[in-house]
């Protein structure tokens, strides 16, 4: 019997032990999934600041052109300050991030009808925003999570429309306000 009633506490001691051990994680290193399946390499940092905050970077960018006059060349930068529910790193959490991206578009069509130029036209300009964010983390191994997010907000947009092509010339430019999603993320994450 007391053989049992050690190995329980024994069993109790290290089941704290590695919950504190999780806890002080303080770096994280991540990528985003579905960017790689758009032919993005990406790449995002998170650091522990406070007890339930981390701030994260977060940066992809797509160099490609795809042939017949279509490309989705550009660059993004999402800071991102988080606050966790429960602990860092682990469920859910909620946050206030940043959108910085440029780009040089053509021959696609977006969703909600954003930039309907694109189809016959080239757009190259830049959108900067701000959002809110929710996200949820589970760890599924020793130092290894997988994290959800997904943000909404403003984004204010300037571009300028070419003809189709790399050489064509400006045929106009403009200003779009938007308000609508501005982050979204299925992330493999790292701890350190």
Excluded at 113 to 131: C, D, S, T
Aim: aromatic letters at 16%.
């Amino acid at each position: 019997m007391i053989f049992f009633e050690r190995g329980f506490l024994i069993f109790i001691f290290c089941s704290v032990l590695s919950t504190q051990t999780q806890a002080q994680k303080m770096f994280a290193v991540k990528t985003n999934i579905p960017h790689w399946a758009t032919a993005s390499p990406n790449l995002g940092v998170e650091v522990a600041f406070r007890h339930q905050m981390t701030f994260e970077l977060s940066g992809g960018y797509n160099p490609f052109e795809f042939g017949d006059d279509k490309q989705w060349k550009h660059w993004i930068i999402w800071p991102e300050a988080r606050y966790w529910l429960n602990e860092r790193f682990n469920g859910h959490s909620v946050g206030v991030h940043g959108v910085f991206a440029g780009f040089d578009v053509s021959g696609l069509e977006l969703p909600f009808n954003l930039l309907p130029e694109l189809k016959n036209k080239r757009v190259e300009g830049n959108i900067n925003g701000i959002g809110i964010s929710y996200g949820y983390a589970w760890i599924i191994g020793n130092s290894l999570l997988l994290e959800v997010n997904a943000g909404a907000g403003y984004g204010h947009l300037n571009y300028d429309v070419f003809t189709k092509g790399n050489n064509g010339y400006r045929t106009n430019d403009g200003q779009k306000h938007y308000i609508g999603p501005t982050k979204g993320a299925i992330s493999l994450v790292y701890l350190f």
